[in-house]
């Protein structure tokens, strides 16, 4: 998964990484509650600056994004692989409905992160 972004960025880029699920409406108390728990796991992961839980009002369907900031495409990458987020992951699995789809990005905003077209 890594590969291709780790291509284009450099390991000292600051990312964000947009996590989109769509989530059963019946169990949306639940996976707010698990996402909060996991957003505090993952604030002590090295590389981690923060995140948002967002829900969509318009779509039909309950979309939730979470944008989490990075240090560093290693450090994500580092904790797309580890075993606390699979742990945590699983258990948002069956509250949802397919696969995580996740979009990471990166700031024009700061020059060192001009990616080449």
Same mark, same amino acid.
């Given at each position: *998964?890594?590969?291709?972004?780790? =291509?284009? &960025?450099? *390991?000292?880029?600051?990312? /964000? %990484?947009?996590? /989109?699920?769509?989530?059963? @409406? =019946?169990?949306?108390?639940?996976? %707010?509650?698990?996402?909060?728990?996991? !957003? =505090?796991?993952? #604030? *002590?992961? @090295?590389?981690?600056?923060?995140?948002?839980?967002?829900? $969509?009002?318009?779509?039909?369907? +309950?979309?939730? %994004?979470?944008?989490? &900031?990075?240090? #560093?495409? /290693?450090?994500? +990458?580092?904790?797309?692989?580890?075993?606390?987020? !699979?742990?945590? &992951?699983? !258990?948002?699995? @069956?509250?949802? $409905?397919? +696969?995580?789809?996740?979009?990471?990005?990166? $700031?024009?905003? +700061?020059? =060192?992160?001009?990616? @080449?077209?």
């Amino acid at each position: *998964y890594m590969g291709g972004i780790l =291509e284009y &960025t450099q *390991y000292s880029m600051t990312i /964000r %990484v947009l996590s /989109r699920r769509l989530v059963h @409406p =019946e169990t949306r108390d639940q996976f %707010v509650q698990i996402i909060n728990s996991l !957003k =505090e796991v993952a #604030s *002590y992961y @090295p590389g981690f600056s923060g995140c948002e839980h967002f829900r $969509s009002l318009t779509a039909k369907d +309950e979309v939730h %994004v979470v944008m989490s &900031t990075w240090r #560093s495409a /290693r450090d994500w +990458e580092h904790w797309l692989q580890s075993p606390t987020r !699979k742990d945590w &992951t699983d !258990k948002l699995t @069956p509250l949802q $409905s397919g +696969e995580v789809d996740h979009t990471v990005l990166v $700031s024009f905003n +700061e020059p =060192e992160n001009h990616v @080449p077209a």
